[in-house]
C-alpha cells in the first residue's frame, strides 16, 4: 500500500526551504566566481552589497508569487517559466537599484560585465538544474509509491472521466486515484451520454467505489486522503449536501467545477471581496502580459515604418495618382473586447462603390487596377503599423472583420466573438494557416475563428516571433485574396 511521506505535512516547512536554497544560489555562485575567477573585481564589502541587494530583490518579486507552490499543483514547465519569469524581472530591478548603489554607496563604478554575464548565467542555470533534479527524485520516489495521496473523484460524467484521465497522465502528482463515487452507470449509458474510456484512463466508470453514503461512511474511516467533486451543475443540490455531510470528516474536500464541456479561454481564478470566482473567458493580456505585448508591438511596428517608411511614400502617391480619392481608406473595426476604432488601409476600391461592406470577391468591379495588386501583395494593410503605434492594433492577432461581418457571423459561429480577448493584428496564426481573404463559405471562417482561439490560448513572445517570420514567406498571400 502507498504511503505517505514526510513531505506531505511539511509543504510549508519544504517551500521555505526551497527559497533557501534559491537564496544560496544567488549569493554563494556570485561569491564563489568573485573569488575563482574575478578576484579584484570589488571590495570584500562591496561585494557583499551587490549580492545582497539583488538576493534581496528576487526574494522580494518572488514574496507572492507561484514560484514555490506546492509541485502537486504545478507541472514542471509551468514552474519553470515562472522562474526565468522572475529572474529577469529581479535582473531588470537590480539594474535600475545598481545605479543607486553607485552613486550613493561608491561601490566601483567599472563593474566587470564578464562576472555580471557569468554569474547571472549561472544562478539560472543552477535553478533550473536542481528543480529538474529533484522533481526527478521525486517522481522516482512517488512512481515507488511513496509521498502519495489516495484519492476518490465523486462524480460519473464526461468531467469526473477527463479529471480521471488528467490524474492519471500526470503520475508525478503522486495522487493514487482509488476509483469513483456516485450513481450507478452501464456502459451504453456512458455511450448515449457521448462519454466514452479515456486511452490514458485505466478505471472503468462503471465500477464504482459506492453510492454517496458510502462515500461518507469511508471518508470517516480515512480510507483515502483527498476527495474530488466532480458533478454537473445542474446537481448543485446534491453537492451541498455531500459537503455538508463530509464537514463531519477530516478528509479534504475540493471542488471541480464542470467545466469540460464549455470551451475555456484563459481560465483563472480570482477572489472578489475574499471570495473565489472562476473566469470563463478571459483575455491573457492582463498585467505584465500586456505590457510585454505592448513593448513588443512597439518595437517591431517602429524598426518596420522606418525601414518601410519610402515605401509607404511611393504607394501613397500611386493610390493617389492613379484613382480619384483619398489615397488613406478608414473603416470601423471590432478591437480588443469589441471597442470600435477605425483601421487604416491604402484604397483600393473606387470611391462610389467602397462602402459596400460585402466581400471583395474574385473579378470584384469595386477593386482598381492597382488595388487588385495591392491586395494581393496585402500591400494595402501596411498602414495599420500606425493603428499598431496608436494602441489599436497588434503586429499579431486575429485579423479584424468589418463591423456588418461581426454581427452577421455571432450569430453562426459559437463563440465568435471570443477572438475579441486581443487585439487584432496585421497577420495572425489563421493567416499563415491559409486562412486568408474571401471567406464564402461558413466552414472558412469557422476554420479561422478555430485558429484565432488556439493562438489565443497559446500566445507567448515566442509564438508572435514564429508567427511574423512565417507571415513574411506566406502569410501575405493566399489563393482566396481578391
Not at 492613379?322 to 481608406?329: C, D, E, T, V, W
Not at 509564438?463 to 506566406?474: A, E, Q, W
Request: hydrophobic share 45%; charged share 20%; glycine share 6%.
Amino acid at each position: 500500500m502507498p504511503k505517505q511521506g514526510a513531505l506531505q505535512s511539511n509543504e510549508a516547512l519544504f517551500s521555505a526551504i526551497h527559497r533557501i536554497i534559491d537564496l544560496f544560489v544567488i549569493v554563494g555562485s556570485g561569491w564563489l566566481l568573485s573569488d575563482w575567477g574575478y578576484p579584484l573585481v570589488f571590495k570584500t564589502t562591496h561585494l557583499f552589497i551587490v549580492l545582497f541587494s539583488y538576493s534581496f530583490i528576487f526574494y522580494l518579486t518572488t514574496i507572492f508569487s507561484p514560484l514555490y507552490n506546492s509541485w502537486r499543483s504545478e507541472t514542471v514547465v509551468s514552474e519553470l517559466k515562472n522562474l526565468v519569469f522572475y529572474w529577469l524581472l529581479s535582473l531588470v530591478l537590480f539594474r535600475f537599484g545598481i545605479d543607486y548603489l553607485l552613486i550613493n554607496v561608491n561601490v566601483e563604478k567599472n563593474i566587470n560585465l564578464e562576472f555580471a554575464l557569468f554569474w547571472q548565467l549561472t544562478i539560472i542555470t543552477l535553478m533550473v538544474s536542481y528543480r529538474v533534479l529533484l522533481r526527478y527524485i521525486l517522481r522516482q520516489i512517488r512512481a515507488n509509491g511513496l509521498n502519495s495521496r489516495k484519492i476518490v473523484i465523486v462524480g460519473t460524467g464526461k468531467s469526473a472521466t477527463q479529471f480521471a484521465a488528467k490524474i492519471n497522465a500526470n503520475s508525478g502528482l503522486g495522487f493514487n486515484l482509488l476509483g469513483f463515487y456516485g450513481e450507478q452507470v452501464t456502459n451504453e449509458d456512458l455511450h448515449k451520454s457521448g462519454v466514452e474510456k479515456n486511452k490514458e484512463s485505466s478505471y472503468e466508470i462503471s465500477d464504482l467505489l459506492g453510492d454517496y453514503e458510502s462515500l461518507i461512511f469511508d471518508a470517516k474511516n480515512k480510507n483515502f486522503d483527498r476527495i474530488y467533486i466532480v458533478l454537473p451543475l445542474c446537481q448543485q443540490y446534491q453537492t451541498t449536501e455531500l459537503i455538508n455531510k463530509l464537514s463531519d470528516t477530516t478528509v479534504r474536500v475540493y471542488i471541480i467545477p464542470d467545466l469540460f464541456t464549455f470551451e475555456l479561454l484563459h481560465s483563472k481564478i480570482e477572489n472578489v471581496v475574499g471570495i473565489p470566482s472562476i473566469s470563463i473567458y478571459s483575455s491573457p493580456m492582463q498585467g505584465v502580459q500586456s505590457l510585454i505585448k505592448r513593448i513588443e508591438d512597439i518595437v517591431l511596428s517602429v524598426i518596420i515604418i522606418v525601414f518601410i517608411s519610402p515605401f509607404l511614400l511611393v504607394l501613397f502617391g500611386l493610390v493617389k495618382t492613379l484613382s480619384p480619392g483619398p489615397a488613406i481608406f478608414k473603416q470601423v473595426r471590432y478591437g480588443m473586447d469589441g471597442k470600435r476604432f477605425k483601421v487604416y488601409k491604402f484604397r483600393t476600391m473606387d470611391m462610389s462603390k467602397e462602402q459596400n461592406i460585402v466581400q471583395a470577391t474574385r473579378n470584384d468591379p469595386r477593386v482598381t487596377r492597382f488595388g487588385k495588386y495591392l491586395r494581393a501583395h496585402s500591400l494595402d494593410e501596411l498602414p495599420q503599423f500606425f493603428n499598431v503605434l496608436k494602441g489599436q492594433m497588434s503586429i499579431v492577432g486575429p485579423r479584424p472583420h468589418a463591423v456588418d461581418h461581426n454581427e452577421e457571423y455571432r450569430q453562426l459561429i459559437q463563440g465568435y466573438m471570443l477572438r475579441h480577448k486581443m487585439k487584432p493584428g496585421i497577420t495572425g496564426w489563421a493567416q499563415i494557416n491559409g486562412f486568408r481573404g474571401e471567406t464564402d463559405t461558413l466552414d472558412k471562417m469557422e476554420n479561422r475563428v478555430k485558429f484565432d482561439l488556439e493562438y489565443i490560448k497559446k500566445w507567448s513572445v515566442l509564438f508572435d516571433l514564429y508567427i511574423v517570420v512565417i507571415s513574411c514567406f506566406k502569410g501575405f498571400k493566399g489563393k482566396d485574396v481578391y
